[in-house]
């Protein structure tokens, strides 16, 4: 298993719950990098089956010599010893004198769509990270990029190219280069070094190299400046809103080219988009007040709300957990962007009834206990009552309390014990005992995620 355990249980919650089940392959784009290859081992502790559901692309591009070959046969060794399939391509780009950067993209997403035709699968992870965020966020500044190359990479974007779609996650994009490297150091993961980084030829490499060294000598907290900009940015890019006056006058089909082109604005493609006759009968409906919400392609919902229409990526599902979460005493967890669990070791109160639904206190003989939080299964039974030895069955006290989300209910748990049915009801076997001095006390925050 991986160090740190609870960075990697962040990282996992970039990963769909559906790839996480192994309910769909992946595409992981790998370049033999600290990055890609620390991505790659993420992947296969947290996916279920790893080996019959993770696909590796490699591309050499022909664009160091020797060194291209040496990424190339690095690749087809790890591929080998994880037992994982690899698709590996070759493009020579040595001989182009400019537009390297854009062709290999162009051949990298082309790749893409054929092996998700052939693997059946349109999902691609590559291995984005945060210092791939500000140096991208300075390149667009340098560049004149309006408002949505300001918001930089996203963590999950959809590409559509000659009538096909992929989507990309970037699981790694929110940490930095450094950690991930220290990463592979602490679990002697090997990987490949890129020596044309120190290179300034390329744009990319001189922002790295240069610019940012003599940026963070004005302020030191630089990157977390740009990223601060890139936050504000992606809320002004979340929506496109049109009034109602915007449409006055027009004809339906211009108001629809209208919409047509803003939702070419919010996926950020020159790609030509094709509307079939439902697409154009979705906007006529919401156009003449006749629906209040659309699903457009590329995950873009178009709704009508008080004289305005809005154009907006769909938000993901909120992520279920898969596997038990260790959590430690004192400490907090954050489970998901809405829910984090704090502990803390406090001394026994003289009064120990608390009338709050998302406060405990547990017996200070846990203190030392292995304790963690998982999903509820099929079969799972507490202890409600003091005097009686029965054991009550989760799903019973769920419905007791009328909760509908029966199949999410997160429980706390030692070893040997559930203790709680997180914001539910508590287990007496975690109550505090008459001769206990120290007690843990455990709190949800809700809607805790910083921003």
């Known amino acids: ?3 740190k355990y609870n960075l990697v249980h962040e990282i996992s919650k970039n990963i769909p719950t559906n790839v996480k089940m192994g309910e769909k392959k992946i595409i992981v784009g790998c370049s033999g990098g600290p990055d890609s290859t620390f991505l790659l081992r993420v992947l296969l ?11 590796i692309c490699h591309i050499n591009f022909k664009l160091r010599g020797k060194d291209s070959d040496s990424d190339e046969k690095f690749i087809r060794e790890t591929a080998e010893a994880l037992n994982l399939k690899l698709y590996s391509f070759e493009q020579d780009l040595s001989a182009c004198n400019s537009g390297i950067q854009e062709k290999a993209r162009d051949y990298r997403i082309d790749r893409f769509i ?5 693997e059946n699968t349109n999902y691609i992870f590559l291995g984005h990270n945060l210092d791939d965020q500000v140096e991208t966020i300075l390149l667009n500044i340098v560049r004149g990029s309006n408002l949505k190359g300001l918001s930089g990479i996203k963590k999950k974007n959809t590409i559509q190219k000659k009538g096909k779609k992929i989507i990309i996650y970037r699981p790694l994009i929110n940490i930095r280069k450094k950690e991930i490297k220290n990463l592979c150091s602490e679990n002697n993961i090997n990987f490949r070094i890129d020596k044309s980084n120190n290179s300034n030829y390329y744009s990319r490499n001189l922002i790295r190299n240069k610019v940012l060294p003599e940026l963070e000598k004005i302020n030191p ?3 977390e400046s740009i990223l601060s900009l890139s936050n504000i940015a992606n809320k002004d890019t979340e929506k496109i809103k049109l009034s109602n ?9 211009a108001a629809k080219a209208v919409i047509f082109e803003r939702f070419k604005n919010i996926v950020n493609s020159n790609e030509n988009y094709f509307f079939g006759k439902k697409h ?11 629906s209040k919400s659309e699903n457009l392609p590329s995950d873009i919902i178009l709704t009508q709300k008080d004289g305005q229409f809005i154009l907006k990526e769909k938000q993901d599902k909120k992520e279920t957990i898969n596997n038990p979460i260790p959590i430690e005493v004192p400490g907090a967890i954050q489970i998901n962007e809405e829910l984090k669990i704090e502990s803390k070791i406090i001394n026994k109160p003289e009064n120990l009834n608390i009338y709050d639904e998302n406060i405990i206190l547990v017996g200070e003989k846990f203190i030392n206990k292995k304790l963690f939080i998982r999903i509820k299964k099929d079969g799972d039974r507490i202890k409600q009552f003091k005097n009686s030895e029965i054991l009550t069955r ?3 006290v769920l419905s007791n309390y009328k909760k509908n989300n029966n199949k999410e209910a997160l429980l706390l748990c030692s070893e040997e014990n559930i203790l709680w049915v997180i914001g539910v009801r508590q287990s007496v076997d975690s109550y505090v005992q008459k001769n206990d001095k120290k007690v843990i006390e455990f709190s949800i925050l809700k809607n805790s995620v910083q921003s």
Do not use: A
């Not at 006056?245 to 089909?253: L, R, T």
């Not at 154009?280 to 006749?290: F, P, R, S």
């Open 280 to 290: 154009h009968t979705m906007i006529e409906n919401i156009l003449q007040g006749k």
């Open 394 to 396: 989760v799903k019973k």
């Open 114 to 118: 054929e092996l998700s035709i052939k």
């Open 245 to 253: 006056n915007e449409f006055e006058g027009m004809k339906i089909d």
């Open 45 to 55: 502790e947290t996916i279920k089956n790893p080996t019959e559901n993770i696909f």
């Open 221 to 223: 907290n630089v990157t």
């Open 1 to 3: 298993m991986l160090t």
